[in-house]
């Protein structure tokens, strides 16, 4: 009976440590998007994306209506590689991740600064898929506000 307790113990041990290793994987595919972005370097950004990406924004409207505004992956990467002033540093804490095979889910909730100057925030959700050479982001969509900002 022991050797049977033991036995489910380490495999649940080692579901969990592979749980968090899968995590921390994706955790750096994210922080090596923001760290290109700091950089201003466009390549070390795309590789942090999957072919096909979708980015998208959920923006409140001065008139208090609601949209949904699709943007043009291959645009954001230009503009993070184009010399640019100021540092566009995206800070995240990665609130919640969600993982089944190769397929994840991330909610982050950020502050966007231009070098030290705080500009908006909001929350991150990524969608993630596993490839052959690591977890690559699929999907981004976002919320963007001056205040009530997430801690």
């Not at 370097?41 to 998208?56: E, H, N, Y």
Request: glycine letters at 6%.
């Amino acid at each position: 009976m022991r050797k049977l307790i033991l036995c489910a113990f380490i495999l649940l041990s080692l579901k969990s440590f592979a749980q968090q290793t899968e995590q921390d994987a994706i955790k750096q595919t994210i922080s090596t998007m923001f760290n290109a972005m700091r950089k201003g370097d466009s390549t070390m950004l795309r590789s942090t994306f999957a072919k096909g990406i979708v980015f998208q924004g959920v923006a409140s409207k001065k008139d208090g209506k609601v949209s949904l505004e699709t943007e043009n992956p291959d645009d954001f990467i230009k503009m993070v590689g184009t010399p640019h002033k100021g540092v566009y540093d995206e800070r995240v804490t990665f609130a919640d991740i969600k993982i089944d095979g190769p397929l994840a889910s991330v909610w982050a909730p950020y502050k966007f600064y231009l070098d030290d100057k705080y500009s908006h925030c909001g929350v991150d959700v990524f969608q993630l898929m596993k490839t052959n050479d690591g977890w690559k982001i699929i999907y981004i969509v976002d919320t963007r506000r001056k205040d009530n900002c997430p801690e």
